[in-house]
């Protein structure tokens, strides 16, 4: 996500640092630059024009022009702005009121309502809630299948809706039947359509009366750009939305919906999906998705996906075992059996700040079924090798190598792998955040 963007971005930071002092020209080139590559991304003309302003109005100030690094303060406004624009502070899902509560989910057809259904329950879930999937699209009964099909994947009960019942009905039933369950928030999945139309939205609304659910989420999908936006607009006139939910932003969304949504609509975005399993739902947080789209790592949400693959005082060692430079090969191991759980871990580098500038890292391309032989390698290793891996020679890679059934120049790239992995993280730690984006922006 947000690839092309960030090219562009640090293209453009790199010429300003190119100047060392900077005149009012010098930015206004770059302003024009920044402002067309977010028009290129799909952002909201009018969001960009007020964009580009409020950067403009505080690039120009003494703050910059008189700055020793001109540049780096031109990106730390840019940083602010785009995550003031996306909303600032997180915002959570809205559980408050009687129990049970309900969420109710509304979107064209083919946004991904049903699947962010799934994802919301194991999110609930993960959050101490007992959720209950309750299909009303009653129009088409393969999504009513499709929703009971997932809840039985998920073991979350789902409620027995059928074809010939009205919405309202299915919705006031299963929110009678939630306690027998042993469920405390309804998940409403309800009908799309292809289109807005005034029908689905006065269902809706009918829906929404007789629930009063605590929040409604628009799933809507990035990738279909302003049209997203515009959608949310409509939506959000007829029901008066609590958030929004932006999938397939692991697609090739160029970023504009997620840029402007917010700006448009005044409603902020909650969660994003980022790919087809139910374990792809990340909460937006516009601070550390600025830091993204600049191309400085999203280090938090890296910490985060390990903690929910691994568990809690596991995720917490290794964050200590980073932050003191103690991440040994036997961690970096288990990290490698964990990350299968955490999704594509070509998705998961670029978490790491500066990761997308290091040329050392973008080569560590690593294959899914590299993770089995190096796995093999590392249980070849002695203790006292996994925890200090200088002292792997020349004859130790032989046998190492012929104990896990690879060759020499498998543990030669592993180790490499395993010690640009430690640069990285000894930079990170060294001067935090600032320092780290100075090293790796061009
Ligand atoms: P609905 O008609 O709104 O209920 O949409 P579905 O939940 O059936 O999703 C439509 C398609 O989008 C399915 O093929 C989903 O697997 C896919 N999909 C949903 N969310 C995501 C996502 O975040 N990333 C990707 N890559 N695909 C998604």
Redesign the pocket.
């Known amino acids: 996500m947000f690839d092309n963007l960030s090219d562009k971005l640090n293209s453009v930071f790199k010429k300003l640092k190119g100047h060392g002092k900077l005149s009012e020209k010098n930015i206004d080139e770059g302003l024009r630059e920044v402002r067309m590559a977010l028009l290129e991304a799909d952002a909201h003309y009018r969001v960009v024009k007020q964009l580009i302003a409020d950067i403009r109005a505080r690039a120009i100030g003494q703050e910059v022009l008189e700055s020793l690094t001109p540049a780096q303060q031109v990106i730390k406004i840019v940083n602010e702005e785009l995550t003031a624009l996306m909303g600032s502070e997180k915002e959570a899902l809205n559980l408050s009121g009687a129990m049970p509560q309900a969420v109710m989910l509304v ?13 919301l329950a194991v999110h609930l879930r993960k959050n101490g809630k007992k959720p209950y999937l309750v299909p009303l ?1 009653v129009y088409r009964p393969a ?1 009513i299948d ?1 929703l009971k099909k997932l809840g039985e994947q998920l073991s979350v009960p789902v409620f027995d809706s059928s074809p010939e019942m009205d919405p309202v009905e299915i919705a006031q039933k299963a929110r009678q039947k939630a306690p027998s369950e042993g469920c405390d928030t309804l998940v409403l ?1 309800t009908a ?1 359509r292809l289109h807005v139309d005034s029908e689905l939205m006065n269902e809706l609304s009918r829906i929404q009366k007789a629930i009063e659910p605590s929040d409604v989420l628009l ?1 809507a ?2 990738m279909t750009g302003q049209d997203a936006v515009n959608m949310a607009e409509s939506f959000d006139q007829a029901l008066d939305l609590g958030g929004i939910v932006l ?5 090739d969304a160029r970023g504009g919906a997620a840029l402007s949504i917010k700006a448009v609509t005044g409603k902020p975005v909650k969660f ?5 399993k139910t374990n ?2 990340e909460e937006f947080h516009p601070d550390r998705m600025a830091s993204r789209i600049l191309g400085m790592g999203d280090m938090l949400s890296f910490i985060e996906k390990a903690q929910d693959a691994v568990d809690e005082k596991k995720a917490a060692d290794l964050e200590k075992k980073l932050r003191k430079n103690q991440f040994t090969l036997e961690d970096f191991r288990d990290q490698m059996t964990q990350v299968r759980k955490m999704g594509s871990l070509n998705d998961l580098i670029k978490m790491i700040p500066g990761a997308n500038k290091s040329k050392q890292l973008n080569k560590l391309d690593v294959d899914e079924r590299e993770l089995v032989r190096i796995e093999a390698i590392i249980n070849s290793m002695t203790p006292a090798e996994r925890r200090n891996h200088n002292i792997v020679n020349g004859s130790r890679r032989k046998r190492i190598a012929k104990g896990s059934g690879t060759k020499v120049q498998d543990v030669n790239k592993l180790l490499k792998n395993y010690s640009q992995v430690l640069k990285m993280m000894k930079k990170f730690n060294k001067g935090g955040m600032r320092a780290m984006t100075r090293n790796m922006m061009p």
């Open positions: 979107g064209l057809q083919g946004s991904g309502k049903t699947t962010t259904a799934g994802k699209d999504a499709q999945d799309g799933i999908d990035a999938t397939k932003m692991d697609g994003i999906g980022v790919g087809e792809a739902l």
